[in-house]
T-cell receptor
């Protein structure tokens, strides 16, 4: 669901560990999903995307998993680095070109 | 390729004034989208435009807000008679067609 003025959930990991960030989406008709990274004071930056006809997609150090049965999306970051510290948003494409964003998760990487 | 350019980066307006936010899409992109972000929240869709056309404005407040994307020049998001609740970060994105969004760095509007 969407956050309503609440503080963002925070995931704190040790540098070098793997991170898993989760997202639930609401519309079973959504056919395209994207993960974005947003650093303080900046716009969202594309990380990886996946279409609904896939259940897994890998990039460089990142993997996105899609479970359509339970409408769940996850982002896995391998060997997390301090530069990965940011807020991560999932977004779904419901209709036309409009994206609907989730509430975000703050990732903090401890050196 | 300069990316999506938004200006100004920061804008301060007194209550009742007008705010104009500009967005120049990436070269070759004909689709522009505006989103609003409140602190600690995700981005909320406002409006989707193509050159000289508003395609979807379902996220735009019915009053005081308007957007345009003229044949020449940047897209403009205009907020008339601003109120404190309009304070937010406003992000523009562009794409060549479906998907392939690229976001700008945003304009942070503060209403005092």
């Amino acid at each position: 669901g969407e956050s309503v003025g609440l503080h963002l959930p925070t995931l704190s990991v040790q540098e070098g560990d793997n991170s898993i960030i989760n997202c639930a989406y609401s519309n079973s008709a959504s056919d395209y999903f994207i993960w974005y990274k947003q650093e303080s004071g900046k716009g969202p930056q594309f990380i990886i995307d996946i279409r609904s006809n896939m259940d897994k997609r890998q990039g460089q150090r990142v993997t996105v998993l899609l479970n359509k049965t339970v409408k769940h999306l996850s982002l896995q970051i391998a060997a997390t680095q301090p530069g990965d510290s940011a807020v991560y948003f999932c977004a779904e494409n419901r209709a036309g070109n409009m994206l609907t964003f989730g509430g975000g998760t703050r990732l903090m990487v401890k050196p | 390729n300069a990316g999506v350019m938004q200006n100004p980066r920061h804008l301060v307006r007194r209550r009742g004034q007008e705010a104009r936010l500009r967005c120049s899409p990436m070269k070759g992109h004909s689709h522009v989208y505006w989103y609003r972000q409140l602190p600690e929240e995700g981005l909320k869709f406002m409006v989707y435009l193509q050159k000289e056309n508003i395609i979807d404005e379902s996220g735009m407040p019915k009053e005081r807000f308007s957007a345009e994307f003229p044949k020449e020049g940047p897209s403009i998001l205009r907020i008339q008679q601003v109120v404190r609740g309009d304070s937010a970060a406003y992000f523009c994105a562009s794409s060549p067609s479906e998907g392939g969004y690229t976001f700008g760095s945003g304009t942070r509007l503060t209403v005092v």
